[in-house]
């Protein structure tokens, strides 16, 4: 170890040996920090007796440990060194050179800040001999001569280390000193460093520039700007311009370039490039965030339109496990709605059986409509959030859809080559000569499904790049106690749709739109035959109908009060239909016709016997005011008095008995408790 540059220096030698005990640390380890930088390297090795540096401060904390445990603390160990390598280094001095605003407006570089620290360093340590020896040479006398001789000879001593430039002869140096004692830290600074005598291009010429290149009528290409400047140039008295060169250099400055890009890129490109970006980790563990996004499905099938052989591609919406990059679920169609992400997301949790903590999509397709309906919400119970808009890089979806086109898809000639924002995959674009001459091969639509299916397992069964084990793997080890199992009561809470308004139920049952085709339900009692008795109540009421869109077999009736909320009533199930022609009818049909035409007859008659029941009690029947009542049509009047008769019977109390026989009658008295009988002094 050594002082280099006034910082403390180790050897590769001392980081690696072992002859003297345990190393610090093994060469392949040194190998692999030297090749990613992790540590500064003050001087690189090379050449006759150059051996390599590495600052000791820059070592990974673990192993500046090590250091320290088997040689002690590198300030301790060189402190024996010669006096030469003991120069105190003036901190503020690098504050000062650090800090310091060069006339250009920019500031040092590195090695310019460590050259004039190390400079007042070693002025500073030369003013303080000078003081001391002035003061000895004044107590004991001496030669002026012999005096700055000895001040060379260390000045010298310093060169060698740590490496000043100060003047090595003596009128130079004395001026030197001079100088620093009256001006301070700045009479070191060279005044060539940021001469604004330098700059060409001044604030006015710039702004010209910059508006230039930001014209839209008309557009301006750098050689016609530097024309147009060179032009203007003459009429404003400025300094012409010598080099095309020039001005694109002063374009491409840092400070320049994020005032004209958006004029010429698009804002969307600009923001990108420049404007800050968030730094996260991702996930540690399964089902914390699913990713969920649209895109092309990247491999082109065959169909017929209107006879004709065409080719054609289709959309995937896809629902991914941020930590494991495991494509959970999918769905292919045309559109990115929200038909699909409903499929999608169903198919990831009916498959894994788990719900996300969050959910993450961009809010466009059917998202804002998933949004408003709650359906997100609904899935994670906690959270669910948009990236921001036309910010590809808040998801992490969009690096796994590029990464799979390019590791998997590509793989078969089919592939339509990547998406038209995809970066640095120009070997992966279709051959379209190639794709024309074979139409006919390509794959049908089923085809297309069953392949992609398998394209996504591969994905799921390859190596994930960090965790280097399948993603599926990861994904299946990996436990959230924060992410709830899903129960078949769960799965039906999560995805029956309900319809967005009330449906009145009609003599015909209710019937419901989905996917654009219409189903008509029904309630039905215990023996299987439609409720008469729901129907009396609730024909023509209003009904929200909860039902699965995978299953239209079953669906669910609730009643909505005046908040919007909902209360269970019943089930339904698909109308009875039957075909009109006999011969068309199954066996047990005519049965069931007959039945429905004797129960709605009963129903009829029913009701017109409460209604006469009702206007007699309240004196407005007919046959109160001496006139007829109408008969039901279609309806016979023995099957009406049959009918009548039996409903009166069922709604008849039960008769009572009189008990004629004594011996009956003195037993029945007997089992009389005293409250039944009442009590003989009730009267009194």
Known sequence: MEYYKNRICVTVEDLIRSDDGEAVMTLPIYRGYYNRNYFRMMRRGGGLGCYALIEFESLPPRYKARFIDKYSRPEEVLKGKPITEELAIDGKARGFYRDHLLPDGSRMTDEQIDEYTVNASVLNQLIRLINDRRSKRRAHGGQAADFWE???????????????????????????????KKSGYSALISGKLGNANSIKITEEVGDQIVALKRSKVPVYNNAQIFDEIN??????????????????????????????????HGEQDAHQRYSRKHKTEMARQRDAIWYSDGTKLNLYYKAFDGGKLV???????????????TFLGFHISDRENFDAQYHAFR?????????????????QGGHKKGANNGFFERITGRIARNTAPYGPTGKSIESAFGRFQSQVLHRDW??????????????????????????????TLEELKETYAKARQEWNMALHPIAAKPRLSMYLSSQNAEAKNVSDLDLMELFWLQTDKPVTFTPNGITITVNKEKYTFEVFDKEGLPDLGFRRDNTYRKFVVMYDPLDMTHVRLFSQDKNGGLRYVTDAHPYACFARAIQEQQPGDMEFIRTMSRMTEQERIRRQMEAAELE????????????????????????????????????????YEEIVDIGLAHKFLSNQTPLEMGSRYDKM
């Open 150 to 180: 000895a001040i060379l000879t260390t000045s010298e001593n310093f060169r060698e280390y740590p490496g000043h430039t100060l003047p090595k002869g003596k009128s130079q140096l004395q001026n030197k000193i001079n100088d620093y």
């Open 231 to 264: 032009r203007l140039a003459i009429e404003r008295g400025w300094k012409p311009l010598r080099s095309e060169k020039s001005l694109v250099q002063f374009l491409h400055r840092p400070e320049v370039e994020p005032r004209w890009w958006d004029a010429v």
């Open 311 to 325: 080719v054609r591609t289709t959309q995937v919406y896809e629902v991914m496990d941020a930590y494991s990059e």
């Open 347 to 363: 198919m990831a949790i009916e498959t894994y059986r788990h719900r996300p903590y969050e959910i993450v999509n961009d809010n």
């Open 414 to 443: 089919r592939f339509t080559g990547p998406n038209i924002t995809a970066k640095g995959s120009d070997n992966l674009a279709a051959n379209l000569e190639f794709l024309e001459a074979n139409k006919e091969h390509m794959f």
């Open 616 to 655: 007699t009690a309240h004196g407005v029947a007919p046959e109160q005011h001496g006139l007829n009542r109408p008969k039901i049509k279609g309806v016979s009047a023995k099957t009406v008095e049959r009918v009548m008769t039996e409903l009166s019977k069922a709604a008849a109390p039960e008769p």
